[in-house]
């Protein structure tokens, strides 16, 4: 299948489409769930679909070294070109690292500011122009909506799309009234898109709870995380 | 002291650039009492450390040549090799740790797990070669040895335990407390000569009983004894240490010592975890092939009495000649023993025999297996197997990375030629990553090498070891070329000159090869290339590979089909077929969208966090990927791929961005294309030196 085609046939353009052209540039999305239900699966899925669009990503994580998130991106890669008979297999994925970097933070102390110096960095002084950031693995409980603020004042000034990952404890699963989990309560004024990731028994359900200035979200994305292949798909 | 096989240690001591291996060399040679005085690495006594006996490497306070030594420690006998961190100097540590039975990584307190810990760690898995950490300079600020253990165990995926913790760091570092033994261990006296064992502070009983529980839970696994002692509460010191030395030995557990070498702390409880926990010479499990019996591994026995078996694995030429390591694997090598180099088929009576202490050495009369010795005036090649009676084996050589930089040199006068040319015999000798040849096109000396350091320092050793007046061009990078798509060949060699003439066509397909370097197929059916031409045809396809069309490098990563052909029953013959073959190559080379490649460097950059918006900028400017970066405290790692062609002075660039305060490690990753713009660049320069060439002649 050639580059275009795929695009095209992506699930992610039904994610656009239901959310009104997507999380948009100097916007914030969030993907709220337990811990291991497959955040990091979907942020690489999606930061893969811009790499394949020719698009720059800064994936910031907060691991304890990068070769595991590398090791992500090659496994969504692989499953992607093997899934779709992708062609020019080496020229895509040497494209694709090429326009990828993953930036690594302790998460302790002054980190918000860290990684906003980092990501300016890379951005001005390496001449990296970013399309969109992935900030996977930010402790929310440990965070405040000033800090947050900062991520998103940072998307405006560099006019490029945010999604984050949000761990919601099990023991912390509360939602309010609209469905916003309580832990992205104090948040939810810089999040344009949340959606919350349900497991259920063959395969997990994604939930999208605020559709920019829509609380409840009307429609449902009908998208799944497919637990063979780890990939965001169409609900059958 | 008498021989006995099970108290012999051979270590290498190995780690990244500035961990302080060095350092903590001289203080095992100084608590061994092999020297009376500590002297610093780059120290202002204007000395050096006794393992850098080169001028060089004092001038410049890096190892640039591994160095062997012996020591005693608690009547065990220590061969300790101490190998240089720069990755250019990397084959002195393939080939130490090709011949030593244990290794002590060395890591910075401070800097942790750095980039080239992770080469050196992957060299010591290569060669299966257990291991003990220590976590030198736990005196400096930032010093946090807990942080670099959970590093070894996350990026290089050792079981790494603890078998101590630090009393106080950075400028309170007194100790440490040995979690065996649940001692406090302090190291008095003005050297740290004197071990003075008390009771744990008790502002660390808790975490010392902590650690210790940790410590027994992870290697009670691999004693059952000290599992049921464990579980009744009475696991001994001895128990403790046999299943210690057992995880390791299995290369399954790296216990992890802690100090500071500069401040003399922890050394020598270092020194006692060598002895306890790495092998003994008999403790390997080591194999020679037999070439008379289709290169069988033959097990070698570690006793006196058997033939001997002896390595040479690294060769200097001195002033009193050849200088040749051996490290002997089986039997007992004496003055006057007959020995044969299995490569060479010659046989040759031992002479001198030494035992070598950096550059002194002493003249022994025999020594066993086991051990790391040296001999004089031996004429052989580094990685060749020495046998005794008759015995055909040979040992597996140690792996030797293809240089990827070169660099014109030529001499001012005659004599400066005559001794550059003894310079480059014997610097080609000893070091296998170097090269030298001359290029017959533009009859210019090239030297190849691993990084710009590296021939800087064989360009230094020139001048002032061989008084060579030179000049040296610039740096040039070892470009490959390869075909990016298949294609057909079908040619046609004929001559009719007079007297008999040349006949042999052949056909077949030129085609990207992603398993190695060159693939020859036969595919001929029905005789119409006799057998007896097709590895004329092999032979002339290979001709084709040592210099491309398109700038005149080595063609790589071609496989080569031929599956028809015709010959003339008397016309044909070996040159005709090689001739046909290489007019075929190259017909179908043109056809196969050749390509350029060009050495990508792994590069790491360790700065300031500060700063790290001019490095990330002068990656980017340099055609440079960025891989990832990593926060690190103040510092921030930037890990990046960049072409080796535009790194060249990128230590002053380096410098002037950060104020002096980044450094940066860089070794060879893999090939990869040339972008198009710099590949026309490059066939335009080609195109001009070879019209500038034609002038002069």
Same mark, same amino acid.
């Given at each position: 299948m050639l580059r275009n085609e795929l695009i095209k046939k992506s699930p992610l353009r039904i994610l656009e489409k239901s959310t009104h052209?997507?999380?948009?540039?100097?916007n914030i999305g969030v993907l709220a769930a337990r811990?291991?239900?497959?955040k990091t699966a979907c942020l690489v899925h999606i930061a893969t679909d811009q790499l394949l669009q020719k698009k720059h990503v800064i994936h910031v994580s907060f691991a304890s070294d990068t070769s595991h998130i590398v090791a992500w991106y090659e496994d969504i890669f692989k499953e992607i070109a093997q899934r779709y008979k992708l062609d020019n297999y080496d020229e895509l994925h040497d494209e694709s690292t090429r326009n990828r970097v993953i930036m690594n933070f302790k998460q302790y102390g002054d980190t918000v500011s860290k990684v906003q110096n980092g990501i300016r960095a890379l951005v001005k002084?390496? !001449?990296?122009?970013?399309?969109m950031i992935i900030v996977d693995g930010f402790d929310f409980s440990k965070s405040s909506p000033e800090e947050f603020q900062v991520f998103k004042n940072l998307a405006e000034e560099l006019n490029i799309e945010v999604w984050f990952s949000a761990t919601v404890r099990r023991d912390d699963n509360k939602t309010d009234e609209n469905g916003i989990p309580l832990i992205l309560k104090s948040f939810q004024?810089?999040?344009a898109i949340l959606i919350q990731m349900e497991p259920h028994d063959t395969h997990v359900h994604l939930h999208l709870i605020k559709d920019h200035d829509i609380i409840?979200?009307?429609?449902?994305? !009908?998208?799944?995380?497919?637990?063979?292949?780890?990939l965001i798909a169409e609900e059958g | 002291m008498a021989y006995n096989i099970k108290k012999m240690r051979n270590i290498g001591i190995s780690a990244h650039i500035d961990s302080g291996k060095t350092t903590l060399t001289e203080r095992i040679l100084f608590y061994s009492n092999k020297i009376h005085a500590i002297h610093e690495?780059?120290?202002?006594?204007?000395?050096?450390?006794?393992?850098?006996?080169m001028e060089l490497e004092r001038e410049r306070g890096i190892t640039i040549a591994s160095a062997a030594t012996n020591v005693s420690w608690r009547e065990h006998p220590i061969n300790v090799i101490d190998t240089p961190g720069h990755v250019d100097f990397t084959i002195e540590v393939e080939r130490a740790l090709r011949v030593l039975d244990g290794a002590v990584l060395v890591l910075c307190?401070?800097?942790?797990?750095q980039s080239q810990s992770i080469t050196v760690d992957r060299q010591l898995k290569r060669y299966n070669v257990p291991r003990l950490a220590f976590i030198n300079k736990?005196?400096?600020?930032?010093?946090n040895p807990y942080r670099v253990t959970q590093q070894l165990r996350d990026k290089l995926g050792h079981n790494a335990v603890l078998m101590q913790i630090p009393i106080?760091?950075?400028?309170?570092?007194?100790g440490v407390v040995d979690?065996?033994?649940?001692k406090a261990v302090y190291f008095d006296g003005p050297s740290g000569e004197i071990i003075r064992e008390d009771e744990i502070p008790e502002h660390l009983i808790d975490e010392a009983n902590e650690k210790h529980e940790e410590l027994l839970d992870a290697v009670s696994l691999y004693s059952d004894e000290l599992a049921e002692s464990y579980l009744e509460g009475n696991a001994t010191v001895e128990q403790i240490r046999d299943a210690v030395r057992k995880g390791t030995l299995s290369l399954d557990l790296t216990p992890v010592f802690i100090g500071s070498a500069y401040k003399n702390k922890g050394i020598q409880l270092l020194l006692d975890g060598v002895v306890n926990y790495l092998p003994s010479p008999d403790e390997i499990d080591t194999k020679a092939l037999d070439m008379s019996n289709n290169e069988e591994p033959v097990q070698l026995y570690p006793?006196?009495?058997k033939p001997a078996v002896a390595l040479a694995f690294k060769l200097e030429d001195g002033q009193y000649g050849q200088l040749t390591y051996i490290r002997i694997y089986q039997g007992t090598v004496k003055k006057g023993l007959e020995l044969t180099?299995?490569?060479?088929?010659k046989r040759f009576k031992v002479g001198r025999l030494i035992r070598m202490h950096s550059n002194s050495m002493e003249d022994i009369d025999e020594a066993n297996a086991g051990d790391i010795v040296a001999l004089f005036g031996i004429d052989c090649a580094s990685g060749d197997t020495f046998t005794e009676k008759g015995l055909n084996l040979t040992m597996t050589t140690m792996y030797v990375p293809e240089p990827v930089i070169s660099l014109a040199i030529s001499p001012k006068d005659k004599k400066s030629a005559d001794n550059m040319s003894k310079a480059l015999n014997r610097f080609g000798k000893e070091d296998p990553t170097f090269r030298s040849y001359v290029d017959?096109?533009?009859?210019e000396t090239i030297i190849k090498g691993m990084g710009e350091l590296h021939l800087d320092v064989y360009i230094e050793r020139m001048k002032r070891e061989y008084k060579v007046d030179i000049e040296t061009g610039m740096p040039q990078v070892a470009y490959r070329e390869t075909v990016g798509t298949s294609a057909r060949f079908d040619y046609t060699h004929k001559k009719q000159s007079g007297g008999s003439g040349q006949y042999g066509r052949v056909a077949g397909t030129l085609e990207p090869n992603t398993e190695g370097d060159y693939e020859f197929v036969d595919q001929i059916k029905g005789g119409v290339i006799p057998s007896e031409f097709i590895s004329s045809c092999d032979k002339g396809f290979k001709s084709c590979?040592?210099?491309?069309?398109?700038?005149?490098f080595p063609v790589v990563g071609v496989k080569v089909t031929i599956d028809d052909g015709a010959f003339h029953a008397?016309?044909?013959s070996d040159v005709a077929f090689q001739l046909a073959a290489i007019g075929g190559f190259w017909q179908a080379f043109e056809k196969a969208k050749p390509e350029i490649l060009e050495p990508i460097m792994k590069v790491t950059v360790e700065t300031p966090s500060e700063f790290q918006g001019n490095v990330l900028g002068s990656i980017n400017q340099r055609?440079?990927?960025?891989i990832a970066t990593n926060e690190e405290g103040a510092f921030t790692i930037v890990e990046a791929e960049v072409p080796l062609s535009e790194m060249f002075g990128y230590s002053t660039v380096l410098r002037s961005l950060t104020q002096g305060k980044a450094e940066f490690t860089m070794e060879f990753l893999k090939y990869s294309k040339v972008p198009t713009n710099i590949s026309e660049q490059l066939k335009k320069e080609h195109l001009e030196e070879k019209k500038s060439e034609s002038k002069k002649k």
């Open positions: 052209d997507g999380v948009g540039a100097g811990k291991g239900v497959g002084d390496g !001449h990296f122009s970013a399309d004024d810089n999040i409840p979200a009307k429609d449902d994305l !009908h998208l799944k995380l497919d637990p063979q292949t780890l | 690495v780059k120290g202002k006594d204007g000395v050096g450390a006794t393992m850098d006996s307190s401070v800097g942790g797990v736990s005196d400096r600020s930032g010093a106080g760091l950075e400028d309170k570092h007194e979690l065996i033994t649940m006793v006196e009495d180099n299995t490569r060479s088929g017959l096109e533009s009859n590979l040592a210099k491309g069309k398109i700038i005149g008397v016309d044909s055609r440079g990927i960025i």
